[in-house]
């Protein structure tokens, strides 16, 4: 799994930072990639990266308000026209379908692909034999969610050369054994799949939020995460002035980490208030109370390490 984020500012686009989207890569666990918001020029930001709009296999909206929703109409477009044919699933708020169905209408855009849109209820939003996608309401001026993406536990490693020691042959009795099944050799010896697997492992799970100000909800949402995506709008003086937009600062941010015992921290939706030499100020803020994370820019790609449990940064790729 790893983390690109293409727009990491709030409210409008500024010289540092477009308005928000965030990438989640799921190429080893699923082959595609899932977006979160897509504010405008999303679209210029992706032909920056590696990533291919027909690959998005679902978009997820976290609130309607123009910063994260005004690039959909183009991306959408653009995906049709570069031949684009697989199905797009879309989760947002009430209005979501309403905005791109009109938007689409107006401007005579036909997509070549079908398009299902799932309106926002807090709870379980999607399951398969993957991934768990569970939403809720956070404390915004309109309508806000923040989503709870799990990987379902990975399937126990075999230990193929103590299987084979054990003379259990190459073929189907070692899939048994991967799938937790006993088998018995040609010579009639017993081998047990617990001898020859090591356990199965627990798979990430990952927060990623709407605008909100502080809530318990947030924590309730994040419990456990390996990573939390949270917005801190302001630095940790403005508590006043984040309270009456409905956004977070970065006190706030850290905060809902540490009750939450999430591992890792990556702070966006920043105030184009702040410069890039402003990172060390709000990092030192964040790890008052949070130690480890990062304080997110465009183009930051982080990846996590099943085997490590841990999250870095990957080297930039854009041009």
């Known amino acids: 799994m790893q983390l690109l984020f293409l727009g990491t500012g709030a409210g409008m686009p500024s010289?540092?930072?477009?308005?928000?989207?965030?990438?989640?890569?799921?190429?080893?666990?699923?082959?595609?990639?899932?977006?979160?918001?897509?504010?405008?020029?999303?679209?210029?930001?992706?032909?920056?990266?590696?990533?291919?709009?027909?690959?998005?296999?679902?978009i997820f909206i976290t609130h309607m308000h123009g910063d994260h929703i005004f690039g959909l109409p183009g991306l959408l477009g653009s995906r049709s026209f570069q031949g684009g044919d697989e199905p797009l699933e879309i989760y947002g708020p009430s209005g979501i379908k309403e905005y791109i169905e009109m938007t689409l209408k107006l401007s005579r855009t036909h997509l070549t692909y079908s398009v299902v849109y799932h309106e926002l209820v807090e709870g379980l939003l999607f399951e398969d034999e993957l991934m768990t996608v569970e939403t809720r309401l956070l404390d915004h001026v309109i309508p806000s969610y923040g989503f709870r993406i799990t990987q379902k536990p990975l399937p126990p490693k075999l230990l193929i050369n103590k299987a084979l020691a054990l003379g259990v042959p190459k073929g189907p009795l070692l899939a048994k054994l991967k799938n937790g099944e006993d088998v018995e050799t040609l010579t009639g010896q017993l081998v047990r799949s617990q001898d020859v697997t090591e356990p199965e492992e627990r798979g990430f799970v990952v927060a990623i939020l709407g605008d909100t100000r502080f809530c318990h909800a947030a924590v309730e949402l994040s419990q456990g995460a390996d990573v939390l995506v949270h917005e801190a709008t302001f630095d940790g003086t403005a508590k006043k002035m984040a309270g009456e937009y409905g956004h977070s600062t970065v006190y706030d941010a850290a905060k809902t980490a540490r009750l939450a015992g999430a591992t890792a921290l990556i702070i966006n939706h920043i105030s184009a208030r702040f410069l890039p030499e402003d990172d060390k100020f709000l990092l030192k803020q964040m790890r008052e109370i949070q130690p480890h994370g990062f304080i997110a820019h465009d183009f930051l790609e982080l990846e996590w390490l099943q085997h490590a449990k841990k999250i870095r940064k990957k080297q930039p790729i854009h041009s």
């Open 15 to 58: 010289k540092q930072r477009n308005t928000s989207a965030l990438v989640l890569k799921l190429l080893e666990e699923r082959g595609t990639v899932w977006l979160f918001d897509c504010g405008e020029a999303t679209q210029h930001q992706i032909l920056h990266t590696t990533i291919k709009p027909r690959k998005i296999e679902k």
